[in-house]
T-cell receptor
Framework: GAVVSQHPSRVICKSGTSVKIECRSLDFQATTMFWYRQFPKKSLMLMATSNEGSKATYEQGVEKDKFLINHASLTLSTLTVTSAHPEDSSFYIC????????????FGEGSRLTVL | EDQVTQSPEALRLQEGESSSLNCSYTVSGLRGLFWYRQDPGKGPEFLFTLYSAGEEKEKERLKATLTKKESFLHITAPKPEDSATYLCAVIGGSYIPTFGRGTSLIVHP
């Protein structure tokens, strides 16, 4: 299957700092990537859809100025949590859609963010 | 609006005790129904894609089936290593995936 790499897997930061999470499709080109947030024992909450070369589309209630998404190439999307606060602590997961067929999603391993 | 409902929320089985997980959906123009397995602290792992009613796919002890309203994930003679959360998702005309809340499966030895 297709491989999506997400980095870092764990990050701890101080309140007020910014954190960048990278999502790479290793063996295919992904024009579309999705960023999710997952709370403990809850399902995936879609934050935004990232399209290569254009602005991301954010879901209702997601602050675009806090969660900056950049999809600069066909294999890389980044999520930057700006001025992080403890309530931003969560598990963030990216997925990339195969360009062929009906667009199966392949997920990264997730990034655990802890804001102190 | 696309909707996905998974049941049961949690399922405990004894090793070897076969069972099924349900995924009911409503979607405008189904393009695909997907099953994923998620282990704690990990991203979801792709299992199956089903495209049309009547389709079935198998992988080891897992078999996924699809009708026009629901999908089942059958687990035959499960082992403790099958313990995980199983997620169902649909993609319709919007191409935006909609996920269910998942079924947490625990298989006791």
């Amino acid at each position: 299957g297709a491989v999506v790499s997400q980095h870092p897997s764990r990050v701890i930061c101080k309140s007020g700092t910014s954190v960048k999470i990278e999502c790479r499709s290793l063996d295919f080109q992904a024009t579309t990537m999705f960023w999710y947030r997952q709370f403990p024992k809850k399902s995936l909450m879609l934050m935004a859809t990232s399209n290569e070369g254009s602005k991301a589309t954010y879901e209702q209630g997601v602050e675009k100025d806090k969660f900056l998404i950049n999809h600069a190439s066909l294999t890389l999307s980044t999520l930057t949590v700006t001025s992080a606060h403890p309530e931003d602590s969560s598990f963030y997961i990216c997925s990339a859609r195969l360009p062929s067929g009906n667009g199966e999603l392949f997920f990264g391993e997730g990034s655990r963010l802890t804001v102190l | 609006e696309d909707q996905v409902t998974q049941s049961p929320e949690a399922l405990r089985l004894q090793e070897g005790e076969s069972s099924s997980l349900n995924c009911s959906y409503t979607v405008s123009g189904l393009r695909g129904l997907f099953w994923y397995r998620q282990d704690p602290g990990k991203g979801p792992e792709f299992l199956f894609t089903l495209y049309s009613a009547g389709e079935e796919k198998e992988k080891e002890r897992l078999k996924a089936t699809l009708t026009k309203k629901e999908s089942f994930l059958h687990i035959t003679a499960p082992k403790p290593e099958d313990s995980a959360t199983y997620l169902c998702a649909v993609i319709g005309g919007s191409y935006i995936p909609t996920f269910g809340r998942g079924t947490s499966l625990i298989v006791h030895p």
